[in-house]
C-alpha cells in the first residue's frame, strides 16, 4: 500500500512543500506525538509518563538509564521534556529551543525486528519510507555523564536526522546484558518536517480548526525567552554550585546508607539516589550556561557525575527491578 | 569443482567499515579453506550497506587424505618413554609398527587422515571468521553472545556444481546458514533462494541491488556528472565523500538540487564543508561564475514521483542548514568588521595544551617569533607580527566552532573583512600549510613567517614540556610540523639559523609551562613563578636553581625537562636539531640524497641552517656521482686511515710542518703543488658558498692523492721523510675537512 501521490512534479522550486502530503497525515504536533503513542502502544511498549525532573535528554528517565540494566525485560515508551540551557535562543531560532521534547523507546532484549518497527513508527507519523528516502548512518553513541556507550545509527530522512537508533552496549559501567535496543525520536524537528513548518513556533501545537487554535509558539515563545534569560544571565552560580556539591552528596549519602530500613526490611535507595545525580547533571548543564565552568574543569565536572551515576547503577542491578522476571514471562 | 557463495546479511554496516571487512572475510575464508587442505581458483569479495558477500570459484570438493608418519622409542624403550609417544600420537600399542633400524628396532606410529568434504571444512572456516571477525568495533544484541558489527540476521553459505547446489550445514548461535537473502529493504523486502553466485547477483539486481560497491561507485560519478552536465556544471572533485557515499546505499538514485539564490554570496568552501559534512552531498560548481551553484544527493530508492519529494526534503534541510551558516557568517562578518576584540579575548579561554598554556599565550609567543623571523624571510617585522596576532582569531569565530575544518579559511575572509591588508589576510589563511608532504608551501613572505613561528613554537613547545614523538605515537603531529619547517625553509631557500630561534623560543615555551605548572597550589610551583619572573640571564647562575633542579626531579620528572628548557636551552635545542636533522634525511632521500652524505655535512659548522645543508649536500652528492668522486673518496679516507693509525702508534698528531724541501719524489712534489693551488680556492669557495666551486677545486686533488699513493710508501723508514709525508697527508685531511666529514661516507 502506498500513500496518494499528490506532490507530483513538485521538483526543486518547491522546496517548502510538505514533506508528505495527503489526507492522513498529522496535522499538527500533539497528533505526531499521539500517533507514536498509540503506535507504539499497539506493539506492547508500556507507554510512561515522563520522568518529573530536569533532563537533557530521554535517556535520563531511569525508564532507561536504570532499566537497561540487569536481566529482567523491559519495554518502555515515553514523551520526555528535555533541557539544555545552552541551546536557548531567545525562541527566536527555527530550531534552538532550551526546552524541547523526545520521544523515547526502550526495549530490552532488543528484538531482532527493531528496525522494522521502528520504520513502522515513520509509516504512523506519515513518513513512508516508499517516498522517501530513509537511511540508517553509522553513529556511535556515548554519554560520558552516564558512563553509557553503544553503537548504531542516525535514521536519515531525505537527508534530516530523525531519530538516533542505538544498541546499548554499556550503562553507568556496566556491559548490558541482555542489550537494550533504544529509540528518540527529537520530536520538534521531525515533527516540522512532516508538518512541512519552517519555524518551530509556527508549528501547530493542536488541529489548526480547533475552536482555540495554538501554535507551538503560542506554548512556548515566552518560556523560550524566560528560561533564555535565566539560563544565561540571572541563575544563581554560587547557589547553583552549592547546589550540586548538596546534590553529590546526598547521592553519596543515600548510597551508603545501610541496605536494611529500621524495620530490618531489605530497601536499597538506587532510584532517590539516582535522582540526585540527575539533579546534579542538570546544575551542571546550567552552570554550563552561565559559562562560568572552564574546559578543564568541564572534564572534572562530567567524572563528578559519572561517578555518581555509576555508583547508582551499582546498587540498581542488585535490586528486583534488574534481576527478577516480568509477571507472567515465562523466564 | 564446486563454487562457494557466502552472504553475511546485517542491519546496516557503516560505511568506512566496508572496504577493509571485504578484504578481511576474503582473507580469512580463504586463508582457512587452504590451511584445511582445499585449493581454489579465485575469491571476490563485495559488499552493500546490509551485506557482506564472498564468492569462491573452483573450490575442490575435498581436501586431499594426509598419512604422516613419525618415528618413536625404540621397542626395548622404557616404558615411559614409550607412553609418551602413544599419548603424543593418541595410538594404542597394537596400533603401531614395528620396523627394524641400524641401531635396533623402533616403533612407527602412522597416523592417517582421510579427506574431508568442501562442507564441513567451509562450515568450519565461516564459524571461525564470524566469531573472530576483525571489525574497527563489533556489538552484541538481543540476549546472545554474539559479536558482530551490527546485528547480523542471516547467512547464505553454499556450494554449487553441475549436479545443483548444497546448503553448508553451520548454525552460529542460533542463525542457521541458508541459501536464501532479501533484496532492497524498501523496494524489494522478500526473501528469495539463490542457487550460486550468477543467480545471487542477478536476482539481487531485480531486486534492485546493485552489488558491486565498485559499480555504484560509478553509476553515482556518471549519473552527478550527467546531471551537472545538462545544467553546464561541473562536480566538485571529493574522493573521500565519494567513496563513502557508494557504501551509504544499495540503489544509487543520484538527485540534482538548486541552491537557493540568498545563500549563493556564502564562501564556497562554508557551502561545500556544509553540504559534505551535515548532509554527504556533492558540490556542483558553476564554471562561469566560479561559484558553487548545486548539490547532488544520492538516494537509495526510485519512488514513483522520481525523487521529487526526496529532493524537497532535503533542499528543506539545506536551507536550515545554510540559514545557520549564513547566520554564523554574518554574525562573524559583523565581529570582524568591529576590530575582532571578542575574539581576542575569547582565545584566553581556549586551551592550547594543559601545560603550554591558552591560545593566547600562544599567539603571544607566535607573534614574537614571527617578528624575529621577519626579516629572515623578508617580511616586515611590525606585519608579521600583527598577522600572527591575526591567524588565530578565526578560532573564537562561529563558522569555525560549527566546522573546525574551515579554520585559516575563514581567517582570510575575516582578516579581510576587518580591512586588514591582502598580506595579512592570507596569511592567515595559509600559516596551517603546508600540512600534507604533497601541500603546496607558501611563497608570500608574511604567510612563510608566520607558517614558520607556528610550526616551531610548536616544535619548542612540546620539546620543553618533553612531549616528544615516541615510536609510533606522534599525538602532536610533531613529524608533521617538522617537515613543514623544512619545506618552508628549504621551498623558499630561506637563510634562517634555527638555533637562534631555539633559544628565543624555548625559554618562551618553558615560560607558559612553568606559569601553569604554578597555577597549581603546591609550595614549590609557587617557588617557580616567582622565580620565572626573574630574567633567565639572571637565574643561570643563581644558587637557587640548583636547588630547584633537585626539588623539581623529586616532584615532577617534567618540570626538570620545563626548567632546563627555560635555562639552558642548548640541551632542549640540540635534541629538536637532531629531530629535524631525521626528518630532513627523510625528506632528502626521497629526493635521491644518501643519508650518508647528508650526516658527513651535518657535521659541519652551520648545521642549523638547513638551506646551507642541502646545499652542501647536493653538491657533494653531486661530486660523489662523478668519475673522480669515488676514488677521490678512497684517497681521502686513506689518507685519514694511515694517518689515524700513525697517530695512534706515535701519540702525536700530525698536523702541521709539512715541507716540500723535504719532498723525495716528482709525485709529492705535484700533490704539494696540487694543494698549494686547491687549498685557497676550496676555502674560498666555501666562504663563498659557491660549493660546486668548492667540489670541482677538491677533485683536482683526486690525480695527484692517486698518484702519491701510488708512488710513494709514506711509513718508511727514514723518520724525517715519514714524518713530512704524514704532515703531507694531513693536509689532505684538512682540505677534505673544509668541505664535509669524509669519514662518515660509506664506500
Redesign the interface.
Known amino acids: 500500500m502506498?500513500s496518494p501521490?499528490t506532490?507530483?512534479?513538485?521538483?526543486?522550486a518547491?522546496?517548502?512543500?510538505r514533506?508528505?502530503p495527503g489526507a492522513n497525515g498529522p496535522r499538527c504536533f500533539q497528533d505526531v506525538i499521539l500517533r507514536l503513542q498509540s503506535y507504539w502502544a499497539a506493539t506492547g511498549c508500556a507507554v510512561l509518563q515522563p520522568y518529573d525532573m530536569e533532563v537533557g535528554a530521554g535517556t535520563f528517565h531511569p525508564a532507561t538509564t536504570l532499566r537497561s540494566l540487569g536481566t529482567r525485560p523491559w519495554a518502555a515508551a515515553y514523551v520526555q521534556p528535555s533541557r539544555r540551557p545552552t541551546d536557548g535562543r531567545y525562541g527566536e531560532n527555527?530550531?534552538r529551543l532550551q526546552h524541547y521534547y523526545q520521544y523515547q523507546v526502550i526495549i530490552k532484549?532488543?528484538?531482532?525486528d527493531l528496525?522494522d518497527l521502528y520504520l513502522g513508527s515513520l509509516r504512523a507519523i506519515g513518513l513512508d519510507?516508499?517516498?522517501?528516502?530513509?537511511?540508517?548512518?553509522?553513529d556511535?553513541w556515548e554519554s560520558p555523564t552516564l558512563g553509557a556507550w553503544?553503537?548504531?545509527?542516525e535514521v536519515w530522512?531525505?537527508?534530516?536526522e530523525v531519530s538516533q537508533f542505538t544498541?546499548f552496549?554499556q550503562v553507568g559501567g556496566h556491559d548490558?546484558?541482555?542489550?537494550s535496543?533504544e529509540l528518540t525520536y527529537g520530536l520538534e524537528r521531525l515533527a516540522m518536517?512532516v508538518l512541512g513548518v519552517?519555524h518551530v513556533m509556527d508549528m501547530p501545537f493542536n488541529a489548526p480548526d480547533s475552536p482555540i487554535p495554538l501554535t507551538y509558539g503560542d506554548v512556548f515563545r515566552q518560556t523560550e525567552r524566560e528560561y533564555s534569560r535565566w539560563n544565561f544571565e540571572v541563575a544563581d552560580t554560587d547557589m547553583l554550585l552549592a547546589h550540586f556539591r548538596d546534590a553529590e552528596a546526598e547521592c553519596a549519602r543515600i548510597l551508603q546508607a545501610p541496605a536494611e530500613d529500621s524495620a530490618g526490611r531489605r530497601i536499597p535507595m538506587a532510584h532517590p539516589a539516582y535522582d540526585q545525580a540527575i539533579k546534579a547533571s542538570h546544575i551542571f548543564n546550567l552552570l554550563d550556561a552561565r559559562g562560568v565552568i572552564?574546559?578543564?574543569e568541564r572534564q572534572a565536572y562530567i567524572g563528578r557525575v559519572r561517578a555518581l551515576a555509576k555508583a547508582c547503577a551499582d546498587l540498581f542491578v542488585t535490586t528486583e527491578a534488574a534481576t527478577g522476571t516480568t509477571p507472567g514471562d515465562v523466564a | 569443482m564446486p563454487d562457494l557463495l557466502i552472504e553475511l546479511f546485517s542491519e546496516e554496516i557503516p560505511a568506512r567499515m566496508q572496504s577493509r571487512a571485504r578484504e578481511d572475510l576474503r582473507r580469512l575464508i580463504t586463508d582457512g579453506l587452504v590451511e584445511a587442505g582445499l585449493t581454489y581458483r579465485s575469491a571476490n569479495a563485495l559488499s552493500t550497506p546490509r551485506r557482506l558477500a564472498l564468492a569462491v570459484e573452483g573450490l575442490t570438493a575435498q581436501s586431499r587424505p594426509v598419512r604422516e608418519e613419525r618415528k618413536g622409542p625404540r621397542t626395548d624403550a622404557p616404558a615411559g618413554a614409550i607412553e609418551g609417544f602413544l599419548r603424543s600420537t593418541g595410538l594404542t600399542l597394537e596400533q603401531l609398527e614395528r620396523r627394524a633400524e641400524k641401531k635396533g628396532e623402533v616403533f612407527f606410529a602412522v597416523i592417517e587422515r582421510p579427506g574431508r568434504g568442501a562442507p564441513e571444512i567451509v562450515a568450519e572456516v565461516l564459524e571461525a571468521a564470524i566469531r573472530d571477525f576483525p571489525w574497527p568495533k563489533s556489538m552484541r544484541w538481543g540476549s546472545g553472545p554474539l559479536r558482530w558489527v551490527r546485528p547480523l540476521h542471516s547467512i547464505i553459505a553454499i556450494l554449487s556444481d553441475e549436479a545443483g547446489a548444497q546448503v553448508v550445514p553451520l548454525t552460529v548461535d542460533g542463525i542457521t546458514a541458508g541459501d536464501t537473502t532479501r533484496g532492497h529493504r524498501f523496494m524489494a523486502p522478500d526473501a528469495f533462494r539463490v542457487t550460486g553466485f550468477d543467480d545471487y547477483a542477478a536476482k539481487l539486481r531485480r531486486a534492485r541491488v546493485m552489488l558491486d560497491p565498485a559499480e555504484r561507485d560509478s553509476a553515482i560519478r556518471q549519473e552527478a556528472a550527467t546531471r551537472a552536465f545538462a545544467r553546464g556544471w561541473e562536480i566538485v572533485a571529493d574522493e573521500g565523500l565519494m567513496a563513502e557515499l557508494a557504501g551509504l546505499v544499495e540503489w544509487p538514485v543520484p538527485l540534482m538540487g538548486v541552491i537557493e539564490d540568498r545563500f549563493l554570496d556564502l564562501p564556497p568552501e562554508v557551502l561545500q564543508t556544509s553540504m559534505k559534512a551535515h548532509q554527504k552531498f556533492l558540490s556542483a560548481r558553476n564554471p562561469r561564475t566560479g561559484r558553487i551553484e548545486g548539490f547532488v544527493t544520492v538516494a537509495n530508492i526510485e519512488t514513483p514521483d522520481d525523487g521529487a519529494t526526496i529532493l524537497a526534503g532535503n533542499q528543506r534541510v539545506l536551507a536550515a542548514r545554510l540559514s545557520d551558516a549564513a547566520f554564523f557568517w554574518e554574525n562573524d562578518l559583523r565581529e570582524a568588521r568591529s576590530g575582532m576584540e571578542t575574539w581576542k579575548k575569547g582565545l584566553e579561554a581556549v586551551t592550547f595544551h594543559a601545560k603550554l598554556g591558552s591560545q593566547a599565550d600562544r599567539v603571544e609567543r607566535i607573534a614574537a617569533l614571527a617578528r624575529e623571523i621577519a626579516p629572515a624571510v623578508g617580511a616586515d617585522p611590525d606585519q608579521a607580527e600583527q598577522a600572527a596576532r591575526v591567524a588565530k582569531l578565526d578560532l573564537r569565530s562561529a563558522m569555525v566552532g560549527e566546522f573546525p575544518e574551515l579554520q585559516g579559511t575563514m581567517g582570510r575572509y575575516y582578516a579581510q573583512a576587518a580591512g586588514l591588508p591582502d598580506a595579512v589576510a592570507d596569511a592567515a589563511r595559509d600559516h596551517y600549510s603546508p600540512l600534507g608532504p604533497s601541500d603546496e608551501v607558501p611563497s608570500a613572505p608574511m604567510s612563510v613567517a608566520v607558517a614558520l613561528a607556528d610550526k616551531l613554537d610548536t616544535l619548542t613547545g612540546f620539546w620543553a614540556i618533553d612531549e616528544k614523538p615516541t615510536g609510533s605515537k606522534d599525538p602532536f603531529a610533531l613529524r608533521r610540523a617538522a617537515l613543514g619547517v623544512i619545506r618552508l625553509v628549504l621551498g623558499n631557500k630561506l637563510r634562517l639559523v634555527l638555533n637562534d630561534v631555539f633559544f628565543s623560543s624555548l625559554p618562551a615555551n618553558a615560560k607558559s609551562a612553568l606559569s601553569v605548572l604554578s597555577a597549581d597550589a603546591s609550595a614549590t610551583r609557587e617557588k617557580y613563578a616567582s622565580l620565572s619572573k626573574i630574567p633567565a640571564a639572571q637565574l643561570l647562575h643563581n644558587e637557587l636553581i640548583a636547588a630547584l633542579f633537585e626539588e623539581a626531579e623529586k616532584a615532577e620528572p617534567e618540570s626538570k625537562t620545563v626548567l632546563i628548557a627555560a635555562y639552558d636551552p642548548e640541551i632542549v635545542a640540540a635534541d629538536l636539531l637532531a629531530f629535524l636533522h631525521d626528518r630532513l634525511k627523510v625528506h632528502l632521500r626521497d629526493q635521491g640524497i644518501r643519508h650518508d652524505v647528508i650526516d658527513a655535512v651535518l657535521a659541519m659548522p652551520g648545521s642549523d641552517d638547513l638551506t646551507l645543508v642541502v646545499n652542501r649536500a647536493t653538491a657533494l652528492n653531486a661530486m660523489l656521482g662523478t668519475g673522480d668522486g669515488p676514488n677521490l673518496l678512497q684517497g681521502l679516507k686513506r689518507a685519514a686511515n694511515i694517518l689515524a693509525q700513525a697517530e695512534e702508534k706515535d701519540g702525536v698528531e700530525y698536523s702541521f710542518g709539512a715541507d716540500p724541501k723535504f719532498a723525495d719524489t716528482d709525485e709529492e712534489r705535484a700533490l704539494f703543488a696540487a694543494l698549494d693551488a686547491a687549498e685557497p680556492k676550496i676555502s674560498a669557495a666555501m666562504r663563498a658558498e659557491d660549493f660546486p666551486a668548492a667540489m670541482a677545486a677538491i677533485a683536482a686533488l683526486r690525480a695527484p692523492i692517486d698518484a702519491f699513493f701510488e708512488a710513494v710508501q709514506v711509513n718508511t723508514d727514514n723518520q724525517i721523510l715519514r714524518r713530512n709525508r704524514l704532515n703531507l697527508l694531513s693536509r689532505i685531511r684538512g682540505a677534505g675537512r673544509l668541505i664535509a666529514d669524509f669519514g662518515k661516507i660509506e664506500g
Open positions: 502506498t501521490q506532490d507530483q512534479g513538485a521538483g526543486i518547491d522546496a517548502g512543500a514533506a508528505t527555527p530550531n532484549p532488543s528484538p531482532p528496525q519510507p516508499l517516498i522517501h528516502d530513509v537511511r540508517f548512518v553509522e556511535d553503544g553503537l548504531g545509527w530522512c531525505d537527508g534530516m544498541y552496549q548490558c546484558r541482555p542489550v535496543g518536517y519552517e572552564s574546559v578543564t
